[in-house]
């Protein structure tokens, strides 16, 4: 039982992470159509930038939760900016042309960033601290969750919550939604669809900076290539949950999560990847759609 | 007054004719050719509009109807030509620009934003508005205009009706304050009974908000009920113009496009 329990919580934190990266795929896929395979390294600079802003801030002695906020925060800005760039430098001047065109640009941009990093920060395992503080009252609860998936889990819902309120209530939400819907009708409306596009990038980079965040304080070591692998099945959580659809991605990203875990904890760890791409390959198979897209989208 | 022809004038013949308010000339394309690939949509169309005209373009399926729209509106931006716009070129200026500068399109189809609510599709329309007592006020006037959409508010514009979809996309328009409204098709595959109250609106809106409307149709019978003049276009350029009664008593107009 407690196994099962166990197991059930790092599910749920896995599936967390793979959610703040996933969002990213599928609001830029709903967006312009596009599955941007660079995302996978705004996570990694993430996760970088927030080691490297806590060790400066550190050594200004700020310490507890002030340090991880800050270094938090600068993280996400930080990748808020490499985002928008991403997008102006890397995709911005192919629009209009072949849907291949941009998609070999990302993958040029994925390995771009991968050597770019591993030039200026070694391609060593780097540790990363521990920036969260100890919660006294999770003291109870130490055999279930350690302090370390409550934040995560606790960030990833207040992450979700904003990004739902901002999605539903504000004006340039709204305006993405239209975007997503019918591009053409949006600019009839007086949409500025280059705005929007850049504000998607920006909201799908600080997700993923928030993760990148997270997932070095969760497995407390890393390396340039990390954003690979957490892309990839960021992007089968994607795809499961229906790409294009931001309720879509969470539930996805939680199935993902929690058949990774189930996985490593009753059969071998060896096999979590193994049943992620196998829950790719077989969801495509059957549901090409996903389990929350659907198919009149596509209507005429 | 073209105004009092309008009012008076009943479901037949009798359109207001061509004497609008003259002078002050809203919209102006000359030599406009517009290209898709190589093949050239528009062959140098050249027509006006003044304030607070209805003015109808006809013409067959294919003859450059919606491309003319749409080079209006910078959809399929003109490769040469002027679009003269209240004094300026507006010719590559960007769609979302325009919108503001109160030219606004209703497209063919209606496109309603399927997953956004009535009102929220209503709300699009005032995208780039920021006068709030404005806006609420061009709300109470649309709703009482169609209150069907007052009761529809909150529902997902995709589970309206064809000619409820066509009243709110007219609607999304309006809610833009547009000094020239651009409505194309508006009356395809919709009820006689529906095309009937959106025409009257059509005349409605243009009295009461003093709208310049262009206005382009398959159904001549129609455009001509409303329209001041009218130009007929083939294949990429305009063949006729005139006031809507020269129009309706055209005879190879009325071969060509009245059924008789």
Redesign the interface.
Known sequence: MELFLNLCVSGLTKGSIYALIALGYTMVYGIIALINFAHGEIYMIGAFTALIFSMVLGAFGLSGWGLLFASGTLAVVYCAMYGWTLEKVAYKPLRGQSRLAPLISAIGMSIFLQNYVQLVQTPNVLSFPDLIPDIAILAGMRGVASKTQFAILAATAVSMVALTLFIKKT?IG??M??VS??P?????????IDKVISTTFIIGSMLAAVGGLLVGNYGRQMDFFIGFLAGMKAFTAAVLGGIGSIPGAVVGALVLGFAESFAAGYVSSDYEDVVAFVLLIAILTLRPDGIMGSATTQ?V | MPDEDIRAEGAGAGAAGGDAPAGDRVLELSGVRTFYGNIEALKGVSFHIDRQEIIAILGANGAGKTTCLNSI?G?TPPRSGRVVYEGSDIRGR???SL??AGL??V?EGR?I????TVM?NL???A??RRDRQGIRDDLDYILSIFPILAARAGQDGGTLSGGEQQMLAIS?GLM?RPRMLLLDEPSLGLAPIVIRSIFDTIRKINLEQKTTILLVEQNANLALQVAHRAYIMTTGIITLSGTARELMSDESVKKAYLGG
């Open positions: 004006r709204m305006a939604r239209a819907q019918d053409t009708m949006a600019r009839l409306s007086g949409v500025n209507k | 509106v959809l960007s769609t979302d919108v503001k606004v399109m497209p496109r934003f399927p997953a956004l929220e709300r699009m329309g995208y780039l999304r833009g």
